[in-house]
């Protein structure tokens, strides 16, 4: 009568197979010690090493919470390929050879706040690749993708997502070119910087779908052209920021459709043109400003439908040309100082729009003749020298003065050898 026995050892050992089944090959797996936010479920890690393939979703135990791969020989992500680990709130992949990350790769992980895939191979970040990564309910989820070789974002690379706070992308991928839709899908994102010192083109609506960043900085790149609506789909930014940048042109309606614009600032650019229009639908921009850089040519209506603005701020800047009636529909204070600008070639016509208002006759023959540069603009009043930034009060003040210099001269020293271009009461006079 020994038949008790056999049953028992039986059922150790299914006991001993299931739990040796339960931790894929190369991994570890280990119970997270007093994790928050368990709801008293248990929570493991599976930390995997020299993994040459990706374990199947039945590979892990149950409780799989955490998977972290590294120096494995993995060279893609294949759809679903976590589809089945169902509370799966983290996902590192460090240090391995992923080049290719297949459509929809995260979807389905329905608990997720951690998408880490750095120091990999990825090149191209294929649409939808990030595809339907939604999280759980209000939790945010972060997504690294930094140290890849990401040159090309393709559109929709992030269509479907929802809860995706944080995207961290700009170190180490040299990104050559954002698509159309490259960001459409990522509509909880609320800071956005991206330094792109490799970027060579923007393609038009790249950042539409964004329609939650609040602020958008961008600088380092050296593109051919904001392309119309460049930046259409912006719809939440308030604060637009652009440094250390060179464009050869800001093409006519760059910045359509972005009224939510409402500071928008460019500083140490180098601009070929800035287009008629270029900033059409920019309109509710309240503080305008370009400083410290270069710009080749400002075109006429350049600044046209920016009819809010209430401080326009241009200043610091190397101005090789401005057209007729670039600045047209400036209603408030303007601060127009310590541009290069060449005096020689038609200064006053760039403030045609003042002097209309104010009555003032355009008189042609009364330009600088030698090649001189402005290098203040004062309308403090009468003959008065005194350094002001102020173009504004032109509409209604006395007196609008433009002191330019010889080109050679240092910028600031502009007594004595001065020529200044005057508007006095309603007469352009040059002394
Ligand atoms: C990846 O490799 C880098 C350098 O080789 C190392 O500093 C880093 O700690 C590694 N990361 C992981 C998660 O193993
Ligand atoms: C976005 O994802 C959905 C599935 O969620 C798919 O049907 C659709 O085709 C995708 N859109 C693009 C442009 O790939
Ligand atoms: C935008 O962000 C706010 C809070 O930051 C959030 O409540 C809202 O749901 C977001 N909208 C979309 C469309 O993601
Ligand atoms: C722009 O470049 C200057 C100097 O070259 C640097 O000090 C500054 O931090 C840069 N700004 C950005 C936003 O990259
Ligand atoms: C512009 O460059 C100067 C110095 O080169 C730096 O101090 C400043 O922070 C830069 N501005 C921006 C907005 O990057």
Known sequence: MRRPLFPVTTLLLVVAVASAAACPDDCTCSFIASSRGTRGRPEMRVACKGLSSLPQAIDYPTETSTVVIRESRLTGIPTDAFKGVPYLTRVEIHNSSVAAVGAFAFRGLDRLSHLIIRNNAIQVLQSNSMGDIKGFRNKKIIIDLEHNAIQVIEGHAFNGTSFVSSLLLSNGNPIVTLRTDAFSGLQYVNLLELHLPHLLSIEPYAFRGLWNVTRLTLSGFSVAQLPAHAFSGLESVRTFVMSNVTVDAIESRAFEDVYGFTNLKIANASIGAIRTDAFHGARETMNFVITMSHIGLIETYAF????????????????????????????????????????????????????????????????????????????????????????????????????????????????GLLTALVVVGSMIVLI
């Open 304 to 415: 046209h439908g920016m009819d809010d603005v209430y401080l326009y701020q241009i200043y610091n800047n190397d101005i090789d040309a401005i057209e007729q009636r670039a600045i047209v529909g400036v209603r408030f204070y303007t601060f127009f100082y310590n541009n290069r600008l060449d005096c020689g070639c038609g200064v006053y016509p760039l403030f045609e729009e003042h002097m209309i208002e104010a009555n003032v006759p355009i008189v042609e023959n009364n330009r600088c003749q030698e090649p001189k540069e402005i290098v203040d603009v004062d309308a403090s009043g009468a003959s008065s020298l005194r350094k002001s930034d102020r173009i504004g009060e032109i509409v209604n003040g006395p007196a609008l003065i433009l002191q330019c210099a010889p080109s050679t001269a240092p910028v600031r020293t502009v007594s």
